[in-house]
């Protein structure tokens, strides 16, 4: 079955405790992007990835760090959590030539206290 | 910047209403539009999309023209269900094909 997948789906942790995020899709996608999701904002796109090693920032960057070692797995790296980075997180892929037909996991809700 | 502003609801409708959500952007030059929809609990999920302006995109009943005079891509349906409530998200795509942006979403809730 096609799929993006993401994990942890329900995380809460403490201030300042570095965590990732993994994301992994099996439908051979070049495009893959992070996107956080808040209540009245829609998604804001973090980061994005036009294939392996190749990465680029998005409108929310900061505080966030990716990878691309592998054209399947994009994790999300946040080094040093805070309290605003609670939100739900979803990674979405797409392939070649349909950049805006994207594949979305099903979301990581992240909780900072 | 490019910019997606949609109605933000929530809309509430009667089964078998009308619907439009209204959506416009700015953006420079020939962006891509889309509309995505989240049902409860789940990630988002391409309804349609229009790729140039006069396009129409359709899908399960829904509808949405690309207007580059008006900047406007309205989603549209004609007779609602109840398994239509969702958020509905209007978004585009830049010139590049590379920065995406969605708007804020707007919920809809179909009551029988």
């Known amino acids: 079955e096609a799929q993006v997948t993401q994990n942890p789906r329900y995380l809460i942790t403490v201030t300042g405790k570095k965590l990732t995020v993994t994301c992994s899709q099996n439908?051979?996608?070049?495009?893959m992007s992070w996107y956080r999701q808040d209540p009245g904002l829609g998604l804001r796109q973090i980061y994005y990835?036009?294939?392996?090693?190749?990465?680029d920032k998005g409108d929310v960057p900061e505080g966030y760090k990716v990878s691309r070692k592998e054209k399947r797995n994009f994790p999300l790296i946040l080094e040093s959590p805070s309290p605003n980075q609670t939100s739900l997180y979803f990674c979405?892929?797409?392939?070649?030539?349909?950049?805006?037909?994207?594949?979305f996991g099903p979301g990581t809700r992240l909780t900072v206290t | 910047g490019n910019s997606v502003t949609q109605m933000e609801g929530p809309v509430t409708l009667s089964e078998e209403a009308f619907l439009t959500i209204n959506c416009t952007y700015t953006?420079?030059?020939?962006?891509?539009l889309f509309w995505y929809v989240q049902y409860p609990g789940e990630g988002l999920q391409l309804l349609l999309k229009?790729?140039?302006?006069?396009d129409k995109g359709s899908n399960k009943g829904f509808e949405a023209t690309y207007r580059k005079e008006t900047t406007s891509f309205h989603l549209e349906k004609g007779s609602v269900q109840v398994s239509d409530s969702a958020v509905y998200f209007c978004?585009?795509?830049?010139?590049?094909?590379?920065?995406?942006?969605f708007g804020p979403g707007t919920r809809l809730s179909v009551l029988p």
């Open positions: 979405a892929s797409s392939p070649r030539g349909a950049r805006g037909e994207q594949y």
């Open positions: 439908m051979n996608h070049e495009y």
């Open positions: 990835s036009m294939n392996v090693e190749v990465t």
């Open positions: 953006a420079t030059g020939y962006p891509s």
């Open positions: 229009a790729t140039k302006a006069d």
């Open positions: 978004a585009l795509l830049d010139n590049y094909g590379q920065n995406f942006v």
